[in-house]
């Protein structure tokens, strides 16, 4: 495929998506309470759910999830540039968290949440809006009862690479919010 093929691809994807999200919004406890952590995701897809408001801030959405894998894309513009004229590495960071953490949410129970412990990103070019579209790719390294860990790459439509992290975070047990008990009721 030629880069304006995949380019084109990835816009048709991003509209197929989109069609089907909700307005951004952080998702309540009790909507989330019982889900397996794909389940989440696949409500998120469904409409269901929310995404979460940080991807209507810096311009990327949740693409494809299945277990232990994520992509995002996102729109690297002027606005998410840095001093220099280049976007900014917080920009590279966000959207590679999203991607690793959401490949380790796909893989826990219900019951389960996490947190990002560590998240190291390595820039290895820099970005600008002159590339339309970037893909942040995350895939689950290890996926324990404590701890995961999980790889991530941005790329352009081109194949380039344009930065790479790994994160570990931690997994714990979600409080049961939203299930009431018949002392409760």
Not at 83 to 93: D, E, I, K, M
């Amino acid at each position: 495929m030629t880069v304006d093929q995949v380019i084109a691809r990835w816009r048709e994807d991003e509209a197929a998506v989109r069609s089907r999200l909700r307005a951004p919004d952080a998702a309540s406890p009790e909507q989330v309470a019982g889900r397996s952590g794909m389940q989440v995701l696949e409500a998120i897809f469904a409409g269901e759910l929310p995404p979460a408001p940080i991807g209507d801030t810096l311009d990327f959405v949740p693409i494809h999830m299945a277990p232990g894998e994520a992509v995002f894309q996102g729109r690297p513009q002027r606005r998410h540039y840095n001093p220099l004229g280049t976007v900014h590495g917080g920009w590279f960071a966000t959207l590679l968290d999203s991607a690793v953490g959401c490949a380790i949410h796909s893989t826990l129970p219900a019951g389960k949440g996490y947190t990002t412990l560590e998240l190291k990103v390595n820039m290895v070019r820099s970005l600008s809006d002159g590339v339309p579209l970037v893909r942040a790719e995350g895939k689950v390294i290890h996926a324990g009862r404590q701890v995961a860990t999980a790889e991530g790459r941005i790329v352009g439509p081109d194949g380039k690479l344009y930065a790479h992290a790994t994160t570990t975070c931690l997994i714990f047990d979600h409080p049961a919010i939203g299930r009431t008990t018949h002392a409760q009721a």
